[in-house]
C-alpha cells in the first residue's frame, strides 16, 4: 500500500552558479536547512547522488518504466546522509557525506526528502573538475508563513514498503562484520567481470590475494552477491573510490543466500549498496524485524530510549545505557523496536547505529505487516494452547504445531514454514506463540 505523502518545497533543486541548491520538504520545521557550505569531493558527491536517485528510480525485479521518488536525507553533526529504495524494495542505496566532505557547518539535525528533479540530474551529471562545490540543503530563512506564495508541491505515493524496508535492513545489517576489502584497481576489474544487468543467479566472492574471485557455492568468509547486475549504480564512483569494501553475515558451506553490503569509499564520502538475498525479494519482506515489533516488554524501554536520542552521527549504546539506566541488551533491543519506525538505522563501516526521523506515524509498520496481524488476531483469538516449550495453534480450517528448539529458533508445521525454513522470519503461527511466551527467545 503507499501513502501518499505532500511534499512542499520553495522551488525545484537546481544546480546555479554559486553551488548546488537542494530543496528539501518536511523535518522537525517547515523546509528545514541542514547544511550550507562546499562538497570538497563535487564530482564523487554528485556522482554519488545521481547513483542514490537511481536506485530510487529503478526497479530490479520485473523493471518497468522508472517512477520518481526522492531520496531521503538526514543531516546531523558533522554528517549529512542520503537514503534510498529500489522500486522493488530490494536494493538500499546510502551515500555518506563525511567530515572531511563538508566544508561548513551543519546548522538543523533533522531528516526530510529532498527533490532530484531531471533537470537536477541532468546538472549533475555535467559536474566535474576539482573546484570545491557550495551546497544549500534547504532554503534559507524560510518560514511557514511565506509557503503560500513560491511553493512547489507534489503528490508523492511513498511506498509502504519503505518504512518495511527500513525497519527490517537496519536489523539484518546490525548482524555484518567487514569480510573483504580490495583497492579502487581491482575493485574496477571485479565490477566488469560481474553478469551484466537481469542475471539473477546467486554468487559468492571469495577474497583472493588483492581481489575477489566468484564462486557458485558458499564458503567460511564468502560474500553473497545475488543478482550481480544490482551493483552497477556503484560505477559512477568508482573512479573517485580509494576502495571496496564488502560485509555481510557469517556463512558456511550450505548456507542459503543472504544479504550483503558493497561499500565505495573515496574519504570524503561512503557510497553503499544493500542487496537482499535474491533479486526478486524485497526488504519490506523478510520478516528480520518481526521480533522487535510483536516484543510488548520493549515498548517502554524504546520510549525511554528514544527521547534521549541525540544526532550525533553515531549512536554510543554504552552512554545510552548509562543515561537510561539499562543494561546493554535491553538498549540495543529498544534500538531495533524504534527501527521498526524508521527512526534509527545501522552504519556497517562505523559498526553503530544512527539517529534519524521518517515522515511515517510509529506504528505504519506494525499495521502493514500481514503476519504480525495475523499473528495479533490469533493470540486475541485463543488459538495458541502451550505444552511446554511447544504449542499448538488452531485456526479456522487447520491446526498447526509449533515447536521451540534448544537455541531459542521456533519452527511451524505449515505450508509457510516448510517453503522457506526459518529464512524469511516467523509464519504468523510461530509469532503468536511468541507472544504468549515467556520470555521471547530468537525467532527465524
Known amino acids: ?64 518504466s522508472p517512477a520518481s521518488l526522492d531520496p531521503v536525507v538526514t543531516g546531523s553533526c558533522g554528517r549529512l546522509r542520503f537514503e534510498s529504495f529500489s522500486g522493488c524494495c530490494g ?30 540530474r541532468e546538472a549533475l551529471a555535467r559536474v566535474g ?20 506564495g513560491a511553493v ?19 536489523v539484518l545489517t546490525a548482524g555484518f562484520e567487514p569480510r573483504a576489502e580490495i583497492a579502487a584497481a581491482e575493485a574496477a576489474a571485479f565490477l566488469r567481470r560481474l553478469p551484466a544487468a537481469g542475471d539473477r ?62 561499500e565505495l569509499d573515496t574519504g570524503a564520502l561512503r557510497l553503499s549498496l544493500t542487496l537482499s538475498p535474491e ?3 524485497g526488504f519490506s519482506g523478510e520478516g528480520a524485524a518481526l521480533a522487535a515489533l ?12 528514544g527521547a534521549l536520542l541525540s544526532w550525533d552521527p553515531t549512536i554510543d549504546v554504552d552512554a545510552l545505557a548509562d543515561a537510561a539506566a539499562l543494561p546493554d541488551e535491553r538498549v540495543r533491543a529498544a534500538l531495533a523496536q524504534l527501527g521498526t519506525a524508521g527512526r534509527v538505522g545501522y552504519d556497517v563501516a562505523d559498526g553503530a547505529y544512527f539517529h534519524r526521523v521518517m515522515p511515517y506515524d510509529a506504528g505504519r509498520a506494525e499495521r502493514d505487516n500481514p503476519r504480525l496481524v495475523g499473528a495479533r488476531a490469533l493470540v486475541e483469538r485463543g488459538a495458541v494452547e502451550r505444552d511446554g516449550e511447544n504449542a499448538t495453534v488452531r485456526t479456522d480450517a487447520e491446526t498447526y504445531r509449533v515447536r521451540r528448539h534448544p537455541d531459542g529458533a521456533y519452527s511451524c508445521s505449515c505450508r509457510w514454514w516448510a517453503r522457506h525454513r526459518g529464512q524469511r522470519g516467523p509464519c504468523r503461527h510461530a509469532l503468536a506463540v511468541s507472544m504468549v511466551a515467556a520470555p521471547v527467545g530468537a525467532l527465524s
Open 91 to 120: 536494493v538500499y542505496a546510502r551515500m555518506d557525506v563525511l567530515p572531511a566532505g563538508l566544508d561548513g557547518e551543519i546548522s538543523g539535525h533533522g531528516t526530510t526528502n529532498v527533490d532530484v528533479n531531471p533537470p537536477l
Open 129 to 148: 573538475g576539482i573546484e570545491p562545490l557550495h551546497v544549500a540543503v534547504g532554503p534559507d530563512d524560510l518560514t511557514v508563513s511565506t509557503m503560500d
Open 1 to 64: 500500500m503507499n501513502a501518499v505523502q505532500t511534499y512542499r518545497y520553495l522551488q525545484p533543486s537546481t544546480l546555479r552558479a554559486a553551488g548546488l541548491d537542494l530543496q528539501t520538504c518536511g523535518g522537525p520545521a517547515a523546509n528545514p536547512r541542514f547544511f550550507a557550505g562546499f562538497l570538497t569531493a563535487p564530482a564523487a558527491a554528485a556522482a554519488g547522488l545521481l547513483a542514490v536517485a537511481e536506485v530510487a528510480r529503478t526497479r530490479y525485479h520485473q523493471p518497468v
Open 279 to 281: 533479486p526478486y525479494r
Open 152 to 170: 512547489v508541491e507534489r503528490k508523492v505515493p511513498l511506498p509502504g514498503r519503505w518504512l518495511r524496508g527500513f525497519a527490517e535492513v537496519h
Open 201 to 262: 543467479s546467486v554468487l559468492w566472492a571469495v577474497p583472493a590475494g588483492r581481489t575477489l574471485r566468484l564462486t557458485s557455492r558458499p564458503a567460511p568468509g564468502a560474500v553473497c552477491l545475488a543478482g550481480a547486475g544490482r551493483l552497477a549504480a556503484l560505477r559512477g564512483v568508482l573512479r573517485h573510490a580509494r576502495t571496496l569494501r564488502a560485509y555481510g553475515p557469517a556463512v558456511r558451506a550450505g548456507s542459503p543466500a543472504v544479504p550483503s553490503t558493497w
Open 294 to 305: 510483536a516484543g510488548d516488554d520493549v515498548v517502554d524501554d524504546a520510549e525511554l530510549v
